[in-house]
Nanobody, 120 residues
Framework: QVQLVESGGGLVQAGGSLRLSCAASGNIVSIDRMGWYRQAPGKQRELVASITRGGSTNYADSVKGRFTISRDNAKNTVYLQMNSLEPEDTAVYYC??????????????WGQGTQVTVSS
């Protein structure tokens, strides 16, 4: 089993910044992809950003140039630096990881979610 602990959410004014962290622990051989999703009220969960073990990144168009995803493989931790936040960024943010748990066996895990609220 793998546990994900998220931190860093909160309330911020438009134009402000927040940094989210997600630390994975447990039965981990290695972590392939790590990412952040978000879900606003009444909307579907959407990908915000992802990063492979090698450092290749992918961003939603709506956050390009404002958000930066990074990871520390030694700590099994992924970060999301969010700058120039907008009210439209308000959502619950979920950490997502794809973990190698055995030879040729992968498992996907989700964090519990952390609320990000951006006031106008």
């Amino acid at each position: 089993q793998v546990q994900l602990v998220e931190s860093g959410g909160g309330l911020v004014q438009a134009g402000g910044s927040l940094r989210l962290s997600c630390a994975a622990s447990g039965n981990i051989v290695s972590i392939d992809r790590m990412g952040w999703y978000r879900q606003a009220p009444g909307k579907q969960r959407e990908l915000v950003a992802s990063i492979t073990r090698g450092g290749s990144t992918n961003y939603a168009d709506s956050v390009k140039g404002r958000f930066t995803i990074s990871r520390d493989n030694a700590k099994n931790t992924v970060y999301l630096q969010m700058n120039s936040l907008e009210p439209e960024d308000t959502a619950v943010y979920y950490c997502n990881v794809l973990v190698l748990v055995g030879v040729g066996r992968f498992a996907e895990y989700w964090g519990q979610g952390t609320q990000v609220t951006v006031s106008s």
